[in-house]
């Protein structure tokens, strides 16, 4: 009879903690579509309150720097940097590093996210999104050469094509290569895969050459004839920034 109770008990107990898991990632499968980091976050930490897990800690830092709060994803993945260096040197310790690596270029430690970036890429080479991660690194260190190498790279190895040519059409226009970049753009345009930052940047490029019929084409329905020459005067004395190139 003992024995009855206590099998019941375990199943009891076993259907409990199923339907907890079951509801924890019917919870985060809801909030991850959705891009809700800030909810992800306290559902993240309350089940690390409960468990240690290197996977959930990972998603935890993640969610952080996604919601905008770098400083929290570096310290929340700084176990793990020791944790599963220690177990392993693959992908898992990779993502580690990755993550490593844009929570500082975020902070702008530019020479320590350099140096995770580069420990990602030695362990595992021809990975598109960490040598896009480089050439944004560089492009920040004023290091153009580096950085287009980089991007060519990510592009060679299949990294998405609106954010990688992207990224090389905001170095042209760093370096004044107004025709190049809106070459690159103006084809991303024509397929009609340009997303709003291809279009920010396309403008961008227009103005610097002085075009002001284009600039004025695309923004006529939505402003009046003054605004769109303040803007165009903006645009045309504007210093492009790390703000315009596509990361992760």
């Given at each position: 009879m003992y024995k009855n109770y206590l099998l019941v008990a375990l199943l009891l107990l076993s259907g409990c903690q199923n339907t907890q898991l079951q509801l924890f990632e019917n919870k985060e499968r809801i909030l991850a579509k959705t891009n809700n980091y800030q909810q992800l976050v306290p559902l993240y930490k309350q089940q690390l309150s409960s468990k240690e897990n290197d996977e959930i800690r990972l998603k935890l830092a993640d969610s952080y720097l996604k919601s905008g709060d770098p400083e929290s994803a570096l310290f929340t993945i700084q176990p793990l940097t020791d944790t599963v260096k220690s177990k392993s040197q693959g992908h898992e310790y990779v993502q580690v590093l990755v993550l490593q690596a844009y929570a500082q270029y975020e902070l702008?430690?530019?020479?320590?996210?350099?140096?995770?970036?580069?420990?990602?890429?030695?362990?595992?080479?021809?990975?598109?999104?960490?040598?896009?991660?480089?050439?944004?690194?560089?492009?920040?260190?004023?290091?153009?050469?580096?950085?287009?190498?980089?991007?060519?790279?990510?592009?060679?190895?299949?990294?998405?094509?609106?954010?990688?040519?992207?990224?090389?059409?905001?170095?042209?226009?760093?370096?004044?290569?107004?025709?190049?970049?809106?070459?690159?753009?103006?084809?991303?345009?024509?397929?009609?895969?340009?997303?709003?930052?291809?279009?920010?940047?396309?403008?961008?490029?227009?103005?610097?050459?002085?075009?002001?019929?284009?600039?004025?084409?695309?923004?006529?329905?939505?402003?009046?004839?003054?605004?769109?020459?303040?803007?165009?005067?903006?645009?045309?004395?504007?210093?492009?920034t790390m703000q315009q190139m596509s990361d992760g």
């Open positions: 702008g430690v530019l020479d320590a996210a350099l140096n995770s970036a580069l420990a990602a890429n030695n362990i595992q080479a021809n990975d598109p999104e960490v040598e896009n991660l480089l050439g944004i690194i560089y492009v920040s260190q004023h290091d153009y050469i580096e950085a287009r190498h980089f991007f060519n790279l990510a592009r060679r190895h299949f990294y998405d094509d609106i954010k990688i040519k992207n990224n090389l059409a905001v170095l042209d226009i760093i370096e004044g290569k107004y025709e190049q970049s809106i070459k690159r753009l103006l084809l991303l345009q024509k397929n009609g895969i340009a997303d709003e930052q291809v279009t920010a940047n396309l403008l961008l490029a227009m103005a610097k050459l002085n075009n002001f019929s284009y600039v004025k084409s695309v923004l006529t329905p939505k402003y009046s004839d003054a605004e769109i020459l303040d803007m165009y005067q903006v645009l045309r004395d504007l210093k492009p």
